[in-house]
T-cell receptor, first 115, second 115 residues
Framework: NAGVMQNPRHLVRRRGQEARLRCSPMKGHSHVYWYRQLPEEGLKFMVYLQKENIIDESGMPKERFSAEFPKEGPSILRIQQVVRGDSAAYFC?????????????FGQGTRLTVV | AQSVTQLDSHVSVSEGALVLLRCNYSSSVPPYLFWYVQYPNQGLQLLLKYTSAATLVKGINGFEAEFKKSETSFHLTKPSAHMSDAAEYFC?????????????FGGGTRVLVKP
């Protein structure tokens, strides 16, 4: 059973370009979470999705950021018109379709660098 | 609102010495508490979790943590450090079962192990 797969591992974008980060959850997991880790900081919650639904996006910046988790395919975190401050590591986590607290399994992250 | 404070941003220990990583949380209700480890350029791995059962929680790789409600602490310890323990450690809180894996991370403690 493969773990949570994120790609690409490293992404370089020029200011103003779009960044698309992909996350394939573990097999059988239907809950996906995105976190952002700025340099020298802990992870910050961004968004919680279930298949075709955004459950909680309270940590998402109001502009330029969007996330989806379609019925088929990976979850996508999209950042439009990137700026230098978007440079960070973005982690995806997945958990099983169960109510309540279950272990979240993290991917290895995508490290975005905006130049 | 939940918050978690890791009291040391860096800890340096000698191989074979005790490892102590301090964590305090604030929560209006008994929380779920976790410790995660992040190796360089890797994702996060769960070390252990407290979910209101035993207050002394044993995890992987010889780590354990004790939940002390009176002190609102959840310090992580390992009796004898190994070189492979060099990593960053995060204390994490989740407010309740319903929050699932919407986690709040501490700022992290980077552990250096000296030979």
């Amino acid at each position: 059973n493969a773990g949570v797969m994120q790609n690409p591992r490293h992404l370089v974008r020029r200011r103003g370009q779009e960044a698309r980060l992909r996350c394939s959850p573990m097999k059988g997991h239907s809950h996906v979470y995105w976190y952002r880790q700025l340099p020298e900081e802990g992870l910050k919650f961004m968004v919680y999705l279930q298949k075709e639904n955004i459950i909680d996006e309270s940590g998402m910046p109001k502009e330029r950021f969007s996330a989806e988790f379609p019925k088929e395919g990976p979850s996508i975190l999209r950042i439009q018109q990137v700026v230098r401050g978007d440079s960070a590591a973005y982690f995806c986590a997945s958990s099983p379709p169960m109510e309540g607290q279950t272990e979240a399994f993290f991917g290895q992250g995508t490290r975005l660098t905006v130049v | 609102a939940q918050s978690v404070t890791q009291l040391d941003s860096h800890v340096s220990v000698s191989e074979g010495a005790l490892v102590l990583l301090r964590c305090n949380y604030s929560s209006s209700v008994p929380p779920y508490l976790f410790w995660y480890v992040q190796y360089p350029n890797q994702g996060l791995q769960l070390l252990l979790k407290y979910t209101s059962a035993a207050t002394l929680v044993k995890g992987i790789n010889g780590f354990e943590a004790e939940f002390k409600k009176s002190e609102t602490s959840f310090h992580l310890t390992k009796p004898s450090a190994h070189m492979s323990d060099a990593a960053e450690y995060f204390c994490v809180v989740s407010p309740n079962k319903a929050a699932g894996n919407k986690l709040t991370f501490g700022g992290g403690t980077r552990v250096l192990v000296k030979p």
